[in-house]
């Protein structure tokens, strides 16, 4: 049974291991980037010009959402490190080494952790470019950022069970947006939740992204006082609501995804 520390330690060392694979894929990085600044553009400049929210900037409200949607597609990094390193037999080397066997999931999802944060300074950047601002005080914007953080922390663990389900990184990016798509966009991401028709606008209530976005925009400052979230605790209750569902994404799927791992490497 290994320690604590010894689990931290091995896991240290491979989420630098996989930064470093990550450094020597540079264009892999720079596709992942230009993506958020792609959504920024054509939502701020297109759409925003079709959407409005009362008593404030389309602008100023897109930037959490697509903050999330950042952080949600970086979480995929771990499913489909995991589904690679599986197929080329990286992980049967892993299972020769002196190292905890645990360290291998929570090194991968560690080193999203650094990946979210390189893409939340590109979203900062390009969220000043086209308007928008913190109008909170520092202490409140950190939580912010720590939030979003986590969220995507919790997040590398249910792609990181993906990951270890599925047979080869095709099937993957194609199971991996099929989870993502309608968690985005069935959310106040880009639009009201409570403008999304019938079932849609249930869902968007009690979608843990539209907690997420809530809170982001409050930490931030970019809410309207005049306007006040709809009547359903999650959004009256945004960061509460968000760390319970972190917690609650956690303490599942880190079990399942141990299990799936222990399952993955005995075949």
Do not use: H
Not at 131 to 147: K, T, V, Y
Not at 199 to 211: E, G
Not at 235 to 257: E, G, H, R, T, Y
């Amino acid at each position: 049974m290994n320690s604590p520390l010894t689990v931290l330690d091995d896991s240290l060392t491979l989420a630098k291991r996989n930064l470093i694979k990550i450094k020597r894929l540079p264009d892999l990085l720079v596709f992942t980037l230009l993506s958020p600044v792609m959504f920024v553009l054509v939502f701020a400049y297109i759409f925003g010009s079709a959407i409005e929210i009362p008593g404030m900037s389309y602008r100023e409200f897109l930037i959490a959402g697509i903050f999330v949607q950042t952080i949600v597609f970086g979480s995929t990094w771990s499913g489909l490190s995991l589904v690679e390193d599986l197929q080329k037999g990286i992980i049967d080397r892993f299972r020769t080494l002196p190292m905890s066997p645990s360290s291998v999931l929570f090194g991968r999802t560690m080193s999203d952790v650094v990946i979210n944060g390189i893409s939340l300074v590109v979203m900062v950047l390009t969220g000043l470019v086209v308007g928008w601002r913190i109008r909170s005080s520092p202490l409140e914007a950190l939580a912010a950022f720590a939030l979003l953080l986590f969220f995507g922390y919790a997040l590398s663990w249910v792609m990181a069970t993906i990951g270890l389900s599925i047979s080869s990184p095709e099937v993957f990016n194609n199971a991996s947006f099929i989870v993502i798509f309608p968690l985005t966009f069935i959310a106040n991401a880009f639009v009201r939740a409570e403008d999304l028709p019938g079932v849609l606008r249930d869902i968007a209530y009690w979608n843990p992204i539209s907690a997420v976005v809530q809170a982001t925009r409050e930490l931030f400052g970019n809410t309207n006082p005049l306007d006040p979230p709809p009547d359903v605790w999650p959004l009256q209750n945004p960061v509460l609501a968000s760390l319970l569902w972190c917690f609650v994404i956690l303490a599942i799927f880190i079990p399942v995804a141990s299990w799936r791992f222990r399952k993955a490497v005995s075949r």
